[in-house]
């Protein structure tokens, strides 16, 4: 009897099951579907009503009442699960937890989704596909729009079948799944890639009246005293850099200021690339001039290179120490001298940096004490609080183990760069030409690193190299709204056991853990029987 009783139960949920495939099948609420409802929902209230008194000993037992207590209980559970849900879709934080920051979108994608953030107006994105075959071939960009909403509210993007919504496709003049539509108030852009750099570059488009950033000028890269070759294949050279550079920025020109020739006027930035020899006089005059005009450098100097450098740059209330950093804490092994610094103060140039800079062979760089009046020096960048900057040569050759002792136990940040602005030339002495405007009104600003290797072919691609390059110029340029920043690679991080790790995995998994679980079912089979 109960054999049959369940037979019936089975086939009344059968029947409510075909019901509803064939309502999905037939995309309508029809006759089959219908009959398949009616059948089955008919069976099971005959089944309630054959079995009544055997259903009312059931639900008030004593049984039903534990079961309504543990139902009560997981449906609290799963209600207070939904609310987590509902409170994460709101209120949520994404974590990067890779090394490269892969998953986390770019600098200036990032600094122009703050922009948009003060504003008033949504931006708005339209992506378009067709069927479900292509929404999944969309996957990935959608991945990175998600990324790019969670950074802005007034970002927002929406998908676009084009089979089925054809008159928003031809009000938008699309007719192909390849382009995307993005509107900003009355301003529309068409763009065609799903690279982050083109997206990114779009919305600085839409958020500057339509304009892109365009090329001002060159920059100029000073030669003639031992800079690294800009030529690629060179076994010291910035090719890397140079074409980042072109691509990102503008021109780039060289430049001698040997024969007397001053800075051209057509200058955006002049680059010093750690000089191994000092200027000569009329080539520092020729800076000078420029910088007084409104002109905007970048200077790399070396450890115990170009020291005339360093005393030229004493009148901007930067102080170049003669001496080179270690930091044994974020050191190479066994090579302190190259190491990674992330200890970013606040900053336009470094702002919402995640990751560090590789530098190698670096002196230090630090505001000038007393500073100069009106020049504000601000440190970029320092190393750990293990470092050293030691100025003895002889003494790191022939008792470097003091040194290394001497940045462990008392060692402490130290800075590797500085960027330097200026309130107003009133606030300088009557004699000095040391800063002013140009006839834009451009004001001078100058950076100084303490070191050239970061920005070298094989250092330029290490983690946040290259963005300290690009931003630094976009940031000397005037542009700080526009800096930019490289896109995330992937790298592999193989992971490699010594044998005796290898040992050891496989002592733990073949046989400490078997032997763990018999002996725990021994101890548990002799436990029982000791209890009978």
Sequence with gaps: MAASKFALFVAAVMLLVAGYVLQVVQLELGLWPLLAYGAGGALLSWLVVANRSELVKTITGRGARHGAASVVMTVGFIGILVVAALF??????????????????????????????????????????????????????????????????????????????????????????????????????????????????AIAGLLDSGTSAGKAGTIFYLTGHGEPSLAPGEGYSMSEALAAVKEQIGPVSELVLAAGQSVPDTAEVLVIAGPQTDLLPSELSAIESYISGGGSVLFMVEPFMADSLGAFLTRYGVAVGGDVVIDMFKGAPNQPFAFLADDYPSHEITRFFEVGAVFDMARSVKPLDPPVPGAEVTILVRSSDKSVAESDQQRLQADFSAVVEGAINNGAPVPLAVAVTFSDQRGFPADSTIAGQGAEGKTSRLVVFGDRHLFIDGYLGQL????????????????????????????????????????????????MLPLAVIFTGIFVWVRRRAKR
């Design 88 to 201: 994460s879709e709101k209120h949520h934080y994404r974590l990067d937890l890779t090394k490269s920051k892969t998953h986390t979108v770019a600098l200036q994608s990032r600094q122009l989704l703050n922009k948009l953030e003060q504003d008033t107006l949504d931006l708005q994105m339209y992506v378009f596909y067709r069927g479900e075959s292509g929404l999944r071939g969309k996957q990935g960009l959608v991945d990175l729009l998600d990324t790019y909403k969670y950074h802005s509210d007034r970002f927002r993007y929406e998908l676009v079948d084009i089979d089925r919504n054809p008159m928003l496709a031809m009000q938008l003049g699309i007719t192909s799944t390849s382009a995307m539509i993005l509107t900003y108030g009355e301003r529309q852009q068409k763009i065609y890639s799903e690279q982050e750099a083109k997206i990114t570059q």
């Design 464 to 511: 946040g190299n290259r963005d300290l390059l690009l931003n630094t110029l976009r940031w000397l340029g005037g542009q700080a709204d526009e800096i930019t920043i490289a896109p995330k690679v992937s790298t592999d991080t193989p992971l490699i056991l010594r044998d005796g790790q290898l040992m050891m995995i496989g002592l733990v998994s073949v046989v």
